[in-house]
C-alpha cells in the first residue's frame, strides 16, 4: 500500500482525500518510481476541486508533474535508481500522477533529472516553470532580443509568470510584470520585474490597436488581457499564449496581425515533443537563478495539497508550490 490524493465520485458527488492505495491498483506502464517531490500547478487544483474536464476518468491520482527514484523498470532507458522527472503527457488527467508515493508510467515520458538538480528543485521549477521556459523560447525563435523593448508578462505573481520573469531577468531583457496583486510588486522587483502593471489596465475590452509598447509578451491570462497585450505589441513583436488563467475567449481582430505583422505564438507544454523538453529543461539549468526559486516556491506536504489547491483556484498562492510526497 502506498499513500496518495485519489479522486473520486462518490453518487455522483466529487471527493478528493488522501487514501492508502493498493500498489496492485497502478496503472500500466515500463517504469515505477517512488516520487519523492510533485507540484500543485493551476491544473492540478481543477483536477482536485472540479474534476472534469481536467480529470478524464476515476479515480484518479491528479498530480501532472513528479520527481523520484526509479525502483522497477522493464525500460532499456532506465534502470533502478536513476533519477527522473516527468511533466505532462496526460499524467493526473488519463493516467494516475505524481500526487502520491508511487507512480508507473511509460518510459518515453520521463525524463532524467538534468545535473544541476534535485527532485525538490526540479519540482519547484515542475510545469509552470518549465512552461515559462518554453515561452521564452519561443520569443526568442521569434528574434525577440532584450534591444528590441519591454517584455509584458501577466499573471505574474502566479507560477508560470514568476519563472517567466526570472529567466527574461536573467537574460537582459526589460520585464513588465501584469497583476492584480500590486501588494507583491516587491516580489516580482525581487524576482526582476523592472515595474508592475495593475491587472485593471488591460482586463477590460479594449480597442483593435493601442499604443505600441511591447516588443514580446508572455500570457497566461487569455481573453481581454490576451487581446489587449496583442493590440498594444510594437510591429513584428511576438505574444506567446500559454494560458487561461482570465479566460478561455480571445476577443480580438486581426489588426494586430495583419497591419503589425504581430505574431501569435501558442505554447503547450503537455504534448510537447521530447527534444523540445530536454532544451527547455537544459535552459532552465542555465538561465534561471536557483537562488529565486527559494522565494519563488513554498514547501508543502501531501497532507496540506487539498486544501492548498482551493487557494491556488482562488488566486491566493503566490509562485510555485512543491509538493514534499515521500
Ligand atoms: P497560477 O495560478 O500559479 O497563476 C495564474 C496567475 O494568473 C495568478 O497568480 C494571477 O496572477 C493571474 N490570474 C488569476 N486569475 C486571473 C483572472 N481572473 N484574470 C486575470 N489574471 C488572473 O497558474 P500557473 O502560472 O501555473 O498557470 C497559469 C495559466 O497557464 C493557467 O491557465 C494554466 O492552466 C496555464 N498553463 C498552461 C500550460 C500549457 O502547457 N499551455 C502549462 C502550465 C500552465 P496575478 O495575481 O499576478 O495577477
Same mark, same amino acid.
Request: overall charge negative.
Given at each position: 500500500m502506498f499513500k496518495g490524493i485519489l479522486i473520486d465520485k462518490i453518487d455522483g458527488a466529487l471527493n478528493a482525500q488522501i487514501s492508502d492505495i493498493d500498489e496492485a491498483a497502478l496503472p500500466e506502464g515500463d517504469v515505477t518510481v517512488a516520487v519523492e517531490y510533485s507540484t500543485l500547478n493551476y491544473k492540478d487544483a481543477l483536477a482536485i476541486n472540479r474534476g472534469a474536464p481536467v480529470v478524464r476518468s476515476f479515480p484518479m491520482v491528479p498530480g501532472i508533474d513528479l520527481a523520484g527514484t526509479v525502483?522497477? @523498470? @522493464?525500460?532499456?532507458?532506465y534502470a533502478v535508481g536513476d533519477k527522473v522527472l516527468l511533466n505532462g503527457w496526460g499524467v493526473g488527467e488519463g493516467h494516475w500522477g505524481g500526487l502520491a508515493e508511487k507512480a508507473r508510467l511509460k518510459g518515453e515520458w520521463l525524463v532524467p533529472?538534468?545535473? @544541476?538538480?534535485d527532485s525538490k528543485t526540479a519540482m519547484a521549477i515542475g510545469t509552470a516553470g518549465y512552461t515559462a521556459m518554453l515561452c521564452v523560447m519561443a520569443l526568442e525563435r521569434q528574434g525577440?532580443?532584450?534591444? =528590441?523593448g519591454e517584455i509584458l508578462v501577466t499573471g505574474a505573481a502566479g507560477g508560470v509568470g514568476s519563472v517567466a520573469i526570472a529567466v527574461l531577468a536573467k537574460l537582459g531583457y526589460t520585464v513588465i510584470a501584469l497583476t492584480?496583486?500590486?501588494?507583491?510588486k516587491e516580489y516580482l522587483q525581487s524576482l526582476g520585474a523592472k515595474d508592475i502593471l495593475p491587472r485593471e489596465e488591460m482586463s477590460e475590452p479594449g480597442r483593435p490597436l493601442a499604443r505600441e509598447r511591447w516588443a514580446g509578451v508572455v500570457d497566461v491570462v487569455g481573453s481581454h488581457v490576451l487581446a489587449n497585450a496583442c493590440a498594444s505589441t510594437k510591429y513584428g513583436g511576438t505574444v506567446t499564449a500559454c494560458g487561461?488563467?482570465?479566460?478561455? =475567449?480571445l476577443p480580438s481582430t486581426v489588426a494586430p496581425f495583419i497591419l503589425r505583422g504581430v505574431t501569435l505564438a501558442g505554447v503547450d @507544454?503537455?504534448?510537447?515533443p521530447r527534444a523540445l523538453r530536454l532544451e527547455a529543461w537544459r535552459r532552465l539549468g542555465e =538561465?534561471?537563478?536557483?537562488?529565486l526559486l527559494g522565494s519563488i516556491a513554498e514547501e508543502i506536504s501531501l497532507s496540506q495539497a487539498i486544501e492548498a489547491s482551493a487557494r491556488i483556484l482562488d488566486g491566493k498562492l503566490r509562485g510555485r508550490v512543491v509538493v514534499k510526497v515521500s
Open positions: 525502483t522497477e @523498470s @522493464s525500460n532499456p532507458d533529472l538534468p545535473e @544541476s538538480f525577440v532580443k532584450p534591444e =528590441d492584480g496583486r500590486p501588494e507583491e487561461l488563467a482570465g479566460g478561455m =475567449d @507544454s503537455v504534448m510537447a =538561465d534561471l537563478d536557483p537562488a
